[in-house]
């Protein structure tokens, strides 16, 4: 068995491989044996590593072989998500309330009292539906003794004064009772509310200064 030494230059660097030639002499089937003996032996040792050096005498860095890639690809850590790198949670917005249905109340007479309903509408010339609601409460707690309103007595007091309902007539109910404004509070019967002192002092306030 003879060996030969081949030096060769690659980007700058220095390459050394070595050729191996094998001479074998004897009968086929012995030729035969030793051939596969040879052949056995090269896969338990495997391939010889080329030998790379740089030109500023490092070397790189080694290069995993096939069977440690195979072992981390098949690594049950792939199933493993790393808190660093999980998506974010996305946050879902709630589903849409469905409005409620409303009717007009019949036994509810809206101008047998001074100030009228209309009367006292127009002088504190609400200018969005939360102030509608407001006055349309203090009216009726004040002037007609009802104290907890529900959904159909804004939509009844509305459709008396011409004015649109919201498609949502218990909105700006759970709106005034939000802690941010706090201008109703929960009523005595499930699902009403009465204005409080907060808001029945942002209704004194309505109207003034023209």
């Given at each position: ?17 070595r ?21 056995a ?20 860095a ?23 790198i ?5 946050k879902?917005?709630?589903a849409?309330?469905?409005p ?28 969005n539906?939360?102030d ?61 509310v ?10 004194r ?6």
């Open positions: 068995m003879a060996t030969k030494s081949t030096k060769g230059s690659l980007a700058g660097g220095k390459v050394k491989f050729v191996i030639e094998f001479e074998l002499e004897g009968s086929d089937e012995s030729l035969h044996d030793g051939l596969k003996n040879l052949a032996a090269l896969l338990r040792t495997g391939p010889t590593p080329v030998s790379r050096q740089l030109s500023n005498g490092s070397r790189p080694a290069t995993p072989d096939a069977a440690s890639v195979e072992a981390d690809e098949g690594s049950p850590d792939d199933d493993v998500v790393d808190s660093e999980a998506e974010p949670v996305v879902r917005s709630p849409s309330r469905k409620i249905s409303v009717k007009v109340l019949e036994d509810i007479a809206f101008d047998d009292v001074d100030p009228t309903l209309p009367e006292f509408f127009a002088s504190k010339k609400p200018s539906v939360l509608k609601y407001l006055v349309i409460a203090y009216w009726y707690k004040n002037q007609k003794k009802i104290s907890d309103l529900t959904p159909d007595h804004f939509h009844t007091a509305l459709r008396f004064l011409n004015q649109a309902t919201p498609k949502d007539a218990a909105q700006p109910m759970r709106d005034l009772r939000h802690r941010r404004r706090g201008k109703f509070s929960v009523g005595k019967t499930p699902g009403s009465v204005i409080n002192h907060v808001g029945e002092n942002s209704v306030e309505m109207g003034k200064g023209g």
